[in-house]
């Protein structure tokens, strides 16, 4: 990309920030910078608990098996589907490292956030590094996170 492009999508970006019109997408790779696992190592994990054995070393689940064996697995042994849930995403997760990206998102100030993650990382990550004040803001000019997963 020439420096002319860079220099109208920053410019882009500026403008919707600040007319509070800015909307973010976060995908897996910013909760996968915090150690959380991706979705298709957390289905491994249900793979194994679900058949006692391990999936083929290389095995790529298919889509309707990343979906399907959670399914089996949540209705099968509930309180396994839970356990591995808390251990993949803790609440003390967050607290063990920075982010420096979501910190450059978050000054950003998105109006919105759309993301695909399954985990509350950004949640998490504005209450822990967040005054009150900034908080508060979020909450009356009403900017939300979408899951358009769960």
Not at 14 to 31: H, P, R, T, Y
Not at 110 to 137: G, Q
Request: charge should be neutral; avoid cysteine.
């Amino acid at each position: 990309m020439s420096s002319t492009l860079y220099e109208s999508i920053y410019q882009q970006i500026k403008q919707a920030s600040e007319s509070n019109q800015l909307i973010v997408f976060i995908g897996a790779g910013m909760s996968n910078n915090f150690g959380f696992p991706t979705w298709n190592s957390l289905v491994r994990k249900m793979y194994r608990e679900l058949t006692g054995k391990d999936a083929a070393k290389g095995k790529a689940f298919t889509s309707d098996e990343l979906l399907r064996i959670p399914q089996a697995l949540k209705y099968q042994s509930p309180n396994s589907y839970e356990k591995i849930l808390k251990e993949a995403f803790g609440a003390d997760r967050v607290k063990e490292s920075d982010n420096p990206i979501l910190d450059e998102v978050m000054k950003l100030k998105p109006k919105h956030i759309i993301t695909t993650n399954y985990d509350v990382l950004i949640e998490r990550y504005i209450a822990d590094r967040y005054s009150d004040a900034y908080r508060r803001d979020i909450v009356e000019e009403q900017r939300e996170i979408f899951r358009i997963h769960m």
